[in-house]
């Protein structure tokens, strides 16, 4: 579905991503792991079209999209969340779904449009009442806008940029499970990235570790986290991180 | 989305009918003038305001406004061409001058100050063209277009003001109506998303450069129609008058004080400027021209800090709650 080959950016002599490489297929979700600052949000950004890549092909269902307008990419079936969500304030919940699912959505028809948010928000579990506002919404609330907006443009691959910091243990399960009933009921595959360990190894069907830009490993979850560079990776960052590789081997 | 109800339905029908009735009750010449000259600068204050509620902050509509008055005017007195073919000239004329400042300045986000900046240089330019073809345009001094010995609907020239009344308030309303077709339309939750966050916008599927463009053209065609009615009615424009930077700050002005958020807002601010000027034209004479504008200036800093929902849109604001309360 998705093949990625090549992909560089670079911010004036600062290389964020370096010939990373990697295929998604059809269905499956795939974890994407790495430290602080390690160029996961960036290989998002470069997929959806928000920035574009400095080299690099990126093949989605067969047809090159790498440098084409967000637009463009998104109405070619992808949805992407912002790690820090970024809701629309000036329109309620519901619009700002609304939005999503008509413009993600190669502007079909408003009623398809109410009715893909109406789904959408039911999905992750917010009120689809048409007029309840953003400023309503908690951290955890925000996530699930976000994840809706995304569903809403009815994305064939989902880049879920879910940094679980800020949400207590069940709420991180919780939005574990949510993705994986956004594949297993829609049928959406999805790119999940994360810097911790421990809740993605349970959900992901295969693993994807990048370290300063470069990918270091990719496999099964549980060969990911007994692969000595990327524990060596982990250790090197921070003690919760290793405390995650140490729960997912077990 | 409150559908009308049969209340607020009659309360159209009267209000319109009242309008409809007005100078046939009442026809004072000078009364009416002012009327008239209330509803041809709401409607300017109106499509500036389309786009100016999504932080799209125009001070180029001066330039729009006179691409419609003078190249109408031009076109009848140098070709002897009818306003009816001059005017959807003059309108081409602004939409293709309006895609070719926004264009790079969108494709190339260029927003908040920095587009008011280069839109400001778009009224200046257009006022100095105007200006300089002093053959052509008459120069500062201004321009008649070239009057017909009576009543003509070819060249649409009217001595009667009860029918630019009716033309200037069908005109005002079909303003309204465009408003709200706007304010009603999926391009408006595109558009409040792009004044926020113009790539989460795009990351919803919005193409930002598009919906910028297509409301920025639908106000500059709808300026430069203010601007060539202006000029059919006066049957006499200067550069001053129908162009240029200050015409674009009393736009911002008037639909600033009355409120963008609002259909009625700018039609507000027309009442409230054009009373204001009338007011000082008459008080003080010729010592006080000028100061409309230094009152608008002030007044328009005071406003955007403590008010920045306008006149009527605070007052609605306040009624609601209110009524919620009581
Ligand atoms: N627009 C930008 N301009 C310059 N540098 C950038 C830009 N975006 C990201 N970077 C840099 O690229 C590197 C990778 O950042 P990125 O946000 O992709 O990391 P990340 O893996 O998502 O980190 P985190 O886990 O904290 O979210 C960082 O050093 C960051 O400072
Ligand atoms: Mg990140």
Known sequence: ????????????????????????AKGEILGLIGPNGSGKSTIFNLLSGTLPPSAG???FDGREIAGLAPHRIINAGVGRTFQIPRPFRRLSIFENVALAGYFGQDRHSRTKAYDSAERALAMVGLPTDRHATVDGLGAAGLKKLELAKAIATGPKLLLADESLGGLDESEMDQAAAMLRKI??????????????????MKVVDRVM???????????????????PRVIEVYLGTDAEATQAVAQARR | MEGPTTRSMAGWAVGALVLIALPFVWSDPYPLHIMIQILIWSFAY???????????VSLGHGGFMGVGAYVTALLWNHLGITPWIGIPVSLVCAGVLALVVAYPCFRFRITGHYFALVTLALS????????ASRDLTGGSLGFSPKMMPADSIFALQFRDKTTWYLIALAMWAVGLL?????????????????????DAAAAVGVNVTVEKLKITVISALMTAFAGALYCQYQLFITPDTVSGISVSLQMVFAAVVGGVYVALGPTVGAVITILLAETLRIGFGTKAVGWDNLIYGVLLVLFIVFLPKGILGSTLDWLRLRRRRG
Do not use: C
């Open chain 1, 209 to 227: 570790v990048i370290d300063h830009g470069e990918k270091i490993a990719e496999g099964l979850p549980h060969e990911v986290s007994s692969d």
């Open chain 2, 178 to 198: 465009i408003w709200r077709k706007v304010d009603r339309s999926m391009d408006r939750y595109a558009l409040e998303a792009v004044s926020e966050d113009e």
């Open chain 1, 1 to 24: 579905m998705l093949a990625v080959e090549g992909l560089v950016k670079r911010f004036g002599g600062f290389t964020a991503v370096n010939k990373v490489s990697f295929d998604v």
């Open chain 1, 57 to 59: 092909s990126i093949r």
């Open chain 2, 124 to 131: 200046g330019i257009v006022l100095q063209v105007i200006t």
């Open chain 1, 183 to 200: 594949r297993d009921e829609l049928g959406i595959t999805i790119i999940w990235v994360e810097h911790i360990m421990g809740v993605l």
């Open chain 2, 46 to 56: 109106t499509s500036w305001s389309i786009m100016g509620r999504f932080g799209l």
